[in-house]
């Protein structure tokens, strides 16, 4: 994972939404693309969803969306 990502909470800090709006619209299908780790080899508790910057950018950008971070 050499790529920056950002979790669930800090993208939705940088939206000022709460973690559970960006949990709802991704269930939905809606918002950037991302990638969910194995359990695995982490420690729990660890978020396991990612969303890569690059694919954060893009949606931002395609959809008008200014970040407040």
């Given at each position: 994972m050499t790529e920056p990502y950002?979790?669930?909470?800090?993208?939705?800090?940088?939206?000022g939404l709460k973690p559970a709006a960006i949990k709802n619209q991704r269930a939905?299908?809606?918002g950037p693309s991302y990638y969910t780790i194995p359990r695995i080899?982490?420690?729990?508790g660890t978020p396991r969803v990612r969303y890569p910057?690059?694919?954060v950018l893009a949606f931002e950008e395609?959809?008008?969306i200014t970040p407040l971070t």
């Open positions: 950002l979790t669930t909470d800090q993208l939705a800090a940088r939206w939905r299908g809606i080899g982490f420690p729990a910057l690059a694919q395609s959809n008008s």
